[in-house]
DNA sequence: GAAACCC
DNA sequence: GGGTTTCAACGCGGG
DNA sequence: CCCGCG
């Protein structure tokens, strides 16, 4: 037998592609094997890519489906081709990790043959770890509480942060949540970061009495919307926009226009329909850049600023 | 999914 | 050779 | 101090 051609890149080969990643869910999209997991990276990389280039990486892998043993993943696994870079962290006092990055379709082709589904990269770049560039809100709903009532308190930040000249961008989670992402100029460390997202629920908690929470505790959330200000902290993370949600249905984290949010029910946006979206309505994110490099301090003037009437 | 580990 | 194990883990809020 | 949490 001929050696396979170097052409050929043998880190392209997806090995059993028929394999169900999200068997078939009564009333949701799908089913959904390796290949459409594949497929579905290739069309959103460009858009994909923009969010996972130069940030260190951690995944979630399921390689049996997603009702199958999954584990997480934050070190570049032993035999990972050579051409994958990585980002060697050894905190002081903590154990040393070395972070895969992902930056190119064949790096998204990888991940797919992986059996990675879910993305969750860093909120600062592998080239300075230490200062976030973006902050991530994360709105988690207890039940009752539901995805109408995350829209909402998402809404009222906008509102609020707007005060201080802030833009704010938003995304479905891809389950009952909202991520908000506020980009900021990568001057302020972690801490900070989670001091300021933290002043932030506090005043939302002021401004819609009895609907968000700041509790850790899952048993005293009740029925509010969690406003998990900790995600900000080194080392943790949210899914990335258009990652993949190892959720029935196969749901996307879904970035969309503030006009659109909450339009639709989360699981509108999965691995069929956003790469049909992003086609005809473009990238609600595209303009984040560009928006980008707010200043953090202006999060607490829109909190001292005084409270608009309730939304 | 793939390697390291163990008998 | 083949079955099994590993693949994150800590800082912190709050009682 | 211990537990829960993500
Ligand atoms: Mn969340
Ligand atoms: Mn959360």
């Not at 940030?55 to 696994?77: A, E, H």
């Not at 707007?162 to 908000?180: E, M, N």
């Not at 406003?227 to 990652?243: E, K």
């Amino acid at each position: 037998m001929t050696p396979a051609s170097p052409t050929l890149s043998a880190t392209a080969r997806l090995t059993h592609p028929e394999r169900p990643l999200w068997p078939a869910a009564a009333g949701l999209a799908g089913p959904f094997t390796k290949r459409d997991l594949a497929n579905y990276l290739e069309v959103v990389a460009p858009w994909l890519l923009l969010h996972l280039r130069g940030r260190p990486l951690v995944l979630t892998r399921y390689p049996r489906g997603i009702t199958g043993p999954s584990f997480y993943q934050k070190n570049v696994p032993p035999g990972a081709p050579g051409w994958l870079a990585s980002f060697p962290d050894r905190p002081v006092g903590g154990r040393a990790v070395d972070y895969p990055i992902v930056g190119d379709a064949r790096g998204l082709a990888w991940l797919a043959q992986q059996a990675a589904i879910e993305f969750h990269p860093w909120s600062a770049r592998a080239l300075d770890p230490e200062r976030p560039d973006r902050a991530m809100i994360d709105l988690d709903p207890e039940p009752p509480a539901g995805f109408a009532d995350a829209c909402a308190v998402a809404r009222a930040a906008r509102q609020l942060l707007s005060l201080g000249g802030l833009r704010l961008w938003c995304k479905t989670s891809g389950a009952t949540g909202v991520h908000l992402c506020l980009p900021i100029r990568p001057a302020w460390p972690h801490r900070d970061v989670v001091a300021v997202v933290r002043a932030l629920g506090l005043r939302l908690a002021e401004w819609l009495p009895g609907r968000v929470t700041l509790e850790r505790a899952v048993a005293r959330r009740s029925g509010r919307v969690y406003v998990d200000y900790l995600q900000n902290r080194r080392g943790q993370t949210v899914c990335a926009p258009y990652s993949p949600r190892a959720l029935p249905g196969a749901p996307v984290s879904m970035p969309l226009a503030w006009e659109d949010l909450g339009g639709d029910p989360p699981v509108r946006w999965h691995l069929l329909s956003v790469p049909e979206r992003l086609r005809r309505r473009g990238d609600a994110w595209a303009d984040l850049a560009e928006g980008g490099r707010q200043d953090l301090r202006q999060v607490i003037r829109a909190c001292a600023a005084p409270l608009p009437d309730t939304p």
